[in-house]
C-alpha cells in the first residue's frame, strides 16, 4: 500500500518570506506522479504543482517549486515570497503508474497561514 | 472555460434514502474520480474512471457505486446512504490519470 506522510499540520509564514511545506511517500513503484493542492477557506481544491517521477528536474510553477529526492521519497514544496492568498491547507498527493492500479493517495494535509 | 459541475452543492438527507450526486466535465477528459474529505482525515479516493464503461475502486468504495456511461458525466451514487457517509464530496477530472480540476465539492449529511 502507498502512504503520504504531511508531519507538518500547521505552519505560518510571514508575508514575502519563504516557506517550505514537508512531504514524506512510502512506495515501492518506480513510476509515479506526485502532486501539491491548495485548499483555500472557499474549500475548493486546486493543482498547484506536479511532478514525474521519472523526470529529474524539480517543477517549477512561478512562486511555488518543489525539491523531489526520488531516492529519499521526499517531495517538499517550497513557496516563494509568500501573499496572504496563499493561506489555505495543502495537500501532497501521489499516484502509481505501475501494477497497482491509479488510485491516488492524499496526505493528511498541512494548514498554512500567511500573516501581514 | 474548463468545468467540472457537481450537484447538489448541499443535501441534507436520512439514512436508506438512495440518492445520487452528479458530476460532469466539459473538457472531455478520459479520467474522473471521487473523493470524500472528512476532518483529521484528508481526501480519500471512492473510485476512479479511466474511460467509458471503465470504473476501478479506490481507498474506500464500501457503501458507494458510480456508472461511466458517457465521458462527460461520472455520478456517485449511494444505494443506502448511513450517517458514516456524511462528508464533503469532490469530483475531478484530468489528462494522463492526473486530477487537475475539481468541483466545487457536495456537503452530505446523512441523518
Known amino acids: 500500500a502507498q502512504t503520504v506522510t504531511q508531519s507538518q499540520p500547521e505552519m505560518s509564514v510571514q508575508e514575502a518570506e519563504t516557506v517550505t511545506l514537508s512531504c514524506t511517500y512510502d512506495?515501492?513503484?518506480?513510476?509515479?506522479?506526485l502532486f501539491w493542492y491548495k485548499q483555500p477557506p472557499s474549500r475548493q481544491m486546486i493543482l498547484v504543482i506536479r511532478?514525474?517521477?521519472?523526470?529529474?528536474q524539480n517543477a517549477t510553477e512561478n512562486r511555488f517549486s518543489v525539491n523531489f529526492q526520488k531516492a529519499a521519497k521526499s517531495f517538499s514544496l517550497k513557496i516563494s515570497d509568500s501573499q496572504l492568498g496563499d493561506t489555505a491547507m495543502y495537500f501532497c498527493?501521489?499516484?502509481?503508474?505501475?501494477?497497482?492500479?491509479?488510485?491516488?493517495?492524499f496526505g493528511k494535509g498541512t494548514s498554512l497561514l500567511v500573516t501581514p | 472555460e474548463a468545468q467540472v459541475t457537481q450537484n447538489p452543492r448541499y443535501l441534507i438527507t436520512v439514512t436508506g434514502k438512495k440518492l445520487t450526486v452528479t458530476c460532469s466535465q466539459n473538457?472531455?477528459?478520459?479520467?474522473m474520480s471521487w473523493y470524500r474529505q472528512d476532518p483529521g482525515l484528508g481526501l480519500r479516493q471512492i473510485y476512479y474512471?479511466?474511460?467509458?464503461?471503465?470504473?476501478d475502486k479506490g481507498d474506500v468504495p464500501e457503501g458507494y457505486k458510480v456508472s461511466r456511461k458517457e465521458k462527460r458525466n461520472f455520478p456517485l451514487i449511494l444505494e443506502s446512504p448511513s450517517p458514516n457517509q456524511t462528508s464533503l464530496y469532490f469530483c475531478?477530472?484530468?489528462?494522463?490519470?492526473?486530477?487537475?480540476?475539481f468541483g466545487d465539492g457536495t456537503r452530505l449529511s446523512i441523518l
Open positions: 512506495t515501492s513503484e518506480n513510476n509515479y506522479y
Open positions: 511532478q514525474e517521477a521519472y523526470k529529474q
Open positions: 475531478a477530472t484530468g489528462l494522463n490519470r492526473q486530477p487537475q480540476h
Open positions: 498527493a501521489f499516484t502509481p503508474l505501475g501494477n497497482s492500479g491509479y488510485a491516488l493517495n
Open positions: 474512471s479511466m474511460n467509458v464503461e471503465v470504473t
Open positions: 473538457m472531455n477528459h478520459e479520467y
